[in-house]
Nanobody, 119 residues
């Protein structure tokens, strides 16, 4: 019911910033908590951050806390990830995903966008 399309990835030097965007199709976007995940080559997909359906609360992985900020605009069916003070270890493919109310698993996933941080 929800399709997610990501954009904003690219190449940046350590200490720089990127802003990722995820645009959702469908009419029930506000019914889903939205998460960002990342996966580096040879590594398992890793949780980054999740934001509640209303945008009123969020939870960050320790590795990105105080550097990344998630936000959403339900009127525009979009979620964002502002990434500051980037480090080489942030290099990964970043995915947005949608979580239905009362369900632990993320049901819908974007295609992913590459973020590369050079030292």
């Amino acid at each position: 019911q929800v399709q997610l399309v990501e954009s904003g990835g690219g190449l940046v030097q350590a200490g720089g910033s990127l802003r990722l965007s995820c645009a959702a199709s469908g009419r029930t976007f506000s019914s889903y908590a939205m998460g960002w995940f990342r996966q580096a080559p040879g590594k398992e997909r890793e949780f980054v951050v999740v934001i509640s359906r209303s945008g009123g609360s969020s939870h960050y992985a320790d590795s990105v806390k105080d550097r990344f900020t998630i936000s959403r605009d339900n009127a525009k069916n979009m979620v964002f990830l502002q990434m500051n003070s980037l480090k080489p270890e942030d290099t990964a493919v970043y995915y947005c995903a949608a979580q239905r109310v009362g369900v632990r698993e993320y049901e819908y996933w974007g295609q992913g966008t590459q973020v590369t941080v050079s030292s």
